[in-house]
Each structure stands twice: as C-alpha cells, then as structure tokens.
C-alpha cells in the first residue's frame, strides 16, 4: 500500500451463494484497515467508518450522492487536520444500477504531472472547506501538491471544497481539474458487488462516471480512511 509502484489493490470476495451479508463486510473493511494502520474517526458518521446510499433522488449538499453527476478524480481528507494516508470503498449493495463505473487515476500516469505539481501556484496555501453534512466546524490550508520522503510530489485535491484566494488560484485549479478529468491514463472498471477498493491517497486519485437514470436506482457504499502504522 506504501510502495508507489503499486498503492492499490481491489478485493472482490467469492462468496457462493453471491449473497453479501453486510456486517461481514463491515468486518471484512475494518480487517483490511488494521493490517496496515488506524482509521480515522469520520465526523460525517459519527463512526469509525460511513455508510451511505446513492439513490435516484438527493437533496444533500454533496455531490458524493448524486447519483447523475461524474464524480471528479479527487483525493480524501481535503479538508480535515487528520493525515489520510489510505482509504477504502467497499460496494454494500445495489439495485437497478447500470453505469457508474470506477476510475482511478495514479499520479505517474498523469500526463501533466510535472507541468501541473512545479506550477509555484499549487505549492501555495489553499483554503479547504466543507459542506454542512460532513460536520467539520472549521477550515484548512494546505497545498494541492508536497513532495514525499523520496522527494516525488504528491496530491491533496477535491475539486468541490477548494476557496481559492484570487483569480490565480482560481484558474489554476480549473486548469487542474481539465487535466485530470482529460486523462487518457484513467483506469475505468465496474466494481461488482461486495468489493473494496483499498487505495494510497497520496498518490492514486478516485472518481466515478455518472449513472444511468432509473426510479428505482439504489447503492450503498462503506468508505473508511486512515493512516499508516508507524514503522
């Protein structure tokens, strides 16, 4: 999960009878955590992970839950004090789901790389907030990219909850996010019922295609993020 060469695995559970019971794969989530570190503890959820639906009709403050909205490349953790070294999507269930497709997107792969991480603007301060539903009180700075121990850059980045400064920010963070959203790199795959993607947030981006539309559309989805076990 540490090594930049790799930093993401999906693991898809062979149940036979197909049926995914969903305290088994709570457990199984909170397993995959502790092999490598801590969960955070998620103010949006009052818990050690979040649950929550996608459905055909929302009325949150998030587009997280719009079911007909692309879910852009972006990191976790944006907008919190906590470190977020890793995070995990595991797919509870779903019903009349056609679309939605997975994306992934590792930092190496993208063709702006080195363009977009010199840039002196994304190594400045940005404001980072959030919505009400999150329940986080307060604001952070931060940059878009740093550098890891070996000196490579890495990425905090959510489109949605960025307050630029000035025009400048403003821009470039429309550049940013044409260029990632562009990628001819992007790893699009459906992600079957019962699996997890377990994934660096410092070097791999994740989104989501938007759905196709029907009534009866319904997803459940278990996130949980954390850091990494001090060595």
Known sequence: MSDRNTGTVVIEPKIDNKKFDKD????????????VGNPNFDSMSGNYYARFYVKHQDTSDSYLRKAYTNLDLHTDGTYVNEKTDW??????????????ESIILHLDDWE???????????????????????????????????KDKNDKPIISYIDQFPEPKNMEQGLYLQKLSDSLEESKNKVIFPLPVGSTIFSNNYFWLHGRKPFNEHTGLSRELLRMRGTFFSN
């Open 24 to 35: 088994f794969l709570v457990k199984l989530s909170t397993g995959l955590a502790y092999l």
């Open 87 to 100: 995070l995990i999507m595991t797919k509870m269930e779903e019903q009349n789901v056609s679309g939605g």
């Open 112 to 146: 702006h790389l080195e363009e977009m991480s010199k840039d002196p603007v994304g190594q400045q301060n940005f404001v980072w907030s959030s919505p009400k539903s999150k329940n986080i009180e307060y604001k952070v700075e931060h940059p878009v990219f740093t």
